[in-house]
């Protein structure tokens, strides 16, 4: 289902509504042979006759579009039911939930992420720079977050900025400027759904990750879909679901052919990430090979905007992540682990600090545990000074294991030092 288990339970207590799509997925995943559809549909009914707008059965003008759209980029789009599976009340309920339009075809449980601002302002028809504002704000958001981590200013920022782009799609819109449209709220809504994981909040990031999906999805925007499958992938490992990690990474790589040597190389990191919290390492190292071998291919000019951040130092970070997972295993050497992350802090400009003190952090934490402390407190205290501007819930993480590593050089004088400065400045 991809929902946690307290919105499950919000569900179950009535303190979240429970839609068509909702009710669909559970009867699958329950294998309840349709009951929770049809019992869907007596409530609906039922609460449509209790607030006297029963429902005539009349053609609503947006449902030939509804029909025509909701097969989606894939056959078998698992967020999108097709129009003959539904009742009338069923159809008008995906119908309100923005408005008509485009927003008709999304899930509804996309329509309680976020807080109720007020209804915004938006324009009679969607304009190129109405989708330039969308692309706009996406991209700073995904620089404060680099530089920030996904709290603080992010956080705060964004919600807004995400009522008023999903509201276009509830307008008028050309045809010709749809996929664009859908491109750009879908880039929103992954980028701050990677800003609700590093701050925790993994509710809001489940949601806004799938609700990116969709968004590419039926935009047919593959490079989009897998973005946001490398984000669910990593997502879903760091919450201790790798096999579904893993799962995500092989969906994006569906029509590898359609991808980038980047994107590919995006993905086969994720698979690497999932192997080795699974404790793998002949995976591991298979899915590292690929992608190195994908990324040697890389060629300028050939990706979209928001790869730019996939240059070499991420690359090394993100492989070196993957291969710190099993560096202490038995019968690992902790090399290519070691040099991967120590290629990354030396590659990351300023303008990704967060991925900077992500591998230094981590970078510190192997120096320790394979018995070099001194090293490990002077890299380590550089990875705290960057740490200490940030405001990201990952990487307070990773300084709690850094910790946890230091322990047994607790008596050496530079190591209770850094621990000191863990435990008043980082942690505090």
Not at 174 to 197: H, N
Not at 264 to 292: F, K
Not at 322 to 351: C, N, W, Y
Not at 359 to 369: E, V
Request: glycine letters at 8%.
């Amino acid at each position: 289902m991809h929902l946690s288990a307290t919105a499950i339970e919000r569900i179950e207590k009535n303190e979240r509504s429970c839609n068509a799509v909702l009710a669909g997925l559970l009867d699958d995943v329950l294998k309840a042979g349709g009951a929770l559809r049809r019992l869907w549909r007596f409530v609906e009914e039922e609460a449509d006759r209790d607030s006297n707008h029963a429902d005539n059965c009349a053609s609503h003008p947006d449902e030939d579009r509804f029909t025509a759209q909701a097969a989606g980029m894939l056959a078998e789009n698992p967020l999108v039911h097709s129009d003959r599976s539904l009742s009338a009340v069923e159809r008008r309920a995906f119908l309100a939930l923005g408005l008509g339009g485009i927003a008709a075809l999304a899930p509804g449980t996309f329509t309680d992420l976020l807080p109720r601002l007020g209804q915004p302002s938006l324009p009679n028809t969607v304009r190129p720079e109405d989708i330039e504002q969308v692309r706009a704000a996406s991209a700073t958001l995904a620089s404060w977050d680099n530089l920030y981590g996904g709290g603080g200013i992010v956080r705060s920022s964004s919600a807004g900025q995400l009522i008023w782009a999903k509201g276009l799609l509830g307008v008028k819109c050309p045809t010709d400027l749809e996929s664009e449209l859908l491109t750009a709220v879908g880039r929103l809504a992954i980028v701050m759904g990677a800003s609700a994981f590093d701050a925790f909040e993994h509710d809001d990031a489940t949601g806004l990750l799938t609700f990116g999906t969709w968004c590419a999805e039926q935009a047919s925007n593959w490079h989009l879909r897998a973005t946001a499958y490398n984000w669910r992938a990593r997502h879903a490992i760091w919450c201790g679901a790798p096999d579904a990690g893993l799962t995500h990474a092989g969906n994006g790589l569906v029509r590898a052919d359609l991808l980038s040597a980047r994107e590919q190389s995006m993905l086969h990191n994720a698979r690497a990430r999932a192997w080795a919290r699974m404790q793998n390492p002949r995976e591991v190292l298979v899915a590292i090979g690929q992608s190195d071998d994908a990324f040697s291919n890389a060629k300028a000019g050939e990706d979209v905007v928001w790869m730019s951040y996939y240059d070499e130092a991420q690359h090394y970070g993100d492989t070196g992540h993957a291969a710190f997972d099993i560096a202490l295993l038995p019968g690992q050497s902790s090399r290519m682990a070691t040099d991967r992350l120590q290629k990354a802090v030396d590659g990351h400009t300023e303008a990704y600090v967060r991925s900077r003190a992500l591998s230094r952090t981590k970078l510190a934490t192997l120096t320790m545990a394979t018995g070099d402390p001194q090293q490990a407190a002077a890299v380590a205290h550089r990875a705290l000074d960057e740490v200490g501007r940030l405001r990201s819930k990952r990487a307070l993480e990773d300084v709690k294991d850094l910790r946890k590593a230091s322990a047994k050089y607790a008596r050496k004088p530079e190591v209770a030092e850094l621990r000191r400065r863990i435990t008043t400045t980082v942690l505090a």
